[in-house]
């Protein structure tokens, strides 16, 4: 894993990318910023709750260019480094069980002996 040094160039890099992408796709590109704001637009999930989330599906799918966004908006809606390392340990968890449960599928494909 390469560790990305300065997320805001990662971070224009991106967005750069996503203007080529748009004019070449625009369709696509304007399909998922609706279901972004569609996503936003809860009545139930504060700010905080919602950026916690997508934190932790960011690190579970290491989708890079959504932990940097998700990780300022996170900010941006008052959580602490200590509510994020909570989220995240939620994250590192959900990851395990599913690992674990892969395991069982690969015991069950592999056949039991006896």
Known sequence: ????????????????????????????????????????????????????????????????GCIEAHAKKAKAAGATQAEIAEALGVAIALNAGAAFTYALHALDAAGRDG
Not at 25 to 44: C, D, M, N, R, W
Not at 46 to 54: G, L, Q, Y
């Open 1 to 64: 894993m390469t560790a990305i040094k300065d997320w805001t160039a990662y971070a224009d890099a991106l967005k750069d990318r996503g203007r080529d992408l748009r004019a070449l796709h625009p369709e696509i590109v304007k399909g998922f910023a609706a279901l972004s704001a569609g996503a936003h637009a809860t009545k139930h999930l504060d700010a905080k709750t919602r950026e916690f989330i997508a934190l932790a599906v960011a690190i579970t799918t290491k989708c890079e």
